[in-house]
């Protein structure tokens, strides 16, 4: 199985993000992660545009166009077809590995999971349905559960945060497992009415940081997890090395600091400026897919290369 991350060029370009790429860029290095730019993201924040990948390894492309990015903000709205189609995915958007759907969608408001009893679903917050008012709400998750080949489950938005991403409430972290913001600390209330939305179905882990809570804490969920060890976002707050241990016990993994309090004064931290592509299906297909990668390892110098996986040709 072959993981590429993807992150916007800006991060590297931009003076006020530099030094939280090369916190990012030498984790990537150290573990032998291969990664790349999407060339035409129009900010920062990729995972919003980024196409979906299911359960099933297969895509789906939809509309990115937020309602917060609007009149005088549009100039940072990336397409999601040709975003995916700048990474080199041209043969993939033609093919049946690509589902396609005029719903507007925002990437970090999906959030991939399996229920205790195998099922698949894909956790979104009710802001989709507010996004789509042309449609019933029937109509949307109609849509949503045939694009997605898996059960959308529905929570409340936390309408303290205009993008009404799920992936700043809950994560996945394994079959029938969540892990559950710090609602204990920033409204109990909210945290009780998500629980209740999922709990008969999965075993929900909460956050915590009781007396060293800031408001910035929320950033410690919004981590980008690797193959060996985790991104943690902190934000020089109290309650970093307490979420750092939480989830390194939680996850069984080392969890390595990224200090982002810039990014993180923007609304978003190490998820929202990531996307990561599993590539098997490509193989399983049979699809060429040509990538621009930059292979970084600890006993090369960086290398840039095209790399076509076309399984015609591949033992």
Known sequence: ????????????????????WAQIESVLIAENEIYDFVPNAADIWVRDFMPFQRHDGEFVVYRYNPDYLQCENTKYITN?????????????LSSSVCKHTSLIIDGGNMIRCTDKDGVDCVIMTTKVLYENPGLSHHEILLELDDIFNAEVILIPWDTEEKTGHADGMVRSIGKGRLLMNCYTDMDPNLGMIIKKALSNRFEIQDLTYGSKFRNNSWCHLNYLEL??????????????KLAISQLESIMCKKCIPISMSKVISEGGAMHCISWSMNTQIFMEEKIGFLFRCAIHSKLTTETHCKITINPRLSK
């Open 1 to 20: 199985m072959r993981i590429i991350h993807y992150f916007s060029p800006w991060l590297k370009s931009l003076k006020k993000y530099q030094s939280v």
């Open 227 to 240: 193959r060996n060890t985790i991104l943690v976002p902190t934000a020089n707050i109290a309650s970093d």
């Open 80 to 92: 999601c077809r040709d975003a995916f189609l700048a990474i080199g995915g041209s043969e993939a």
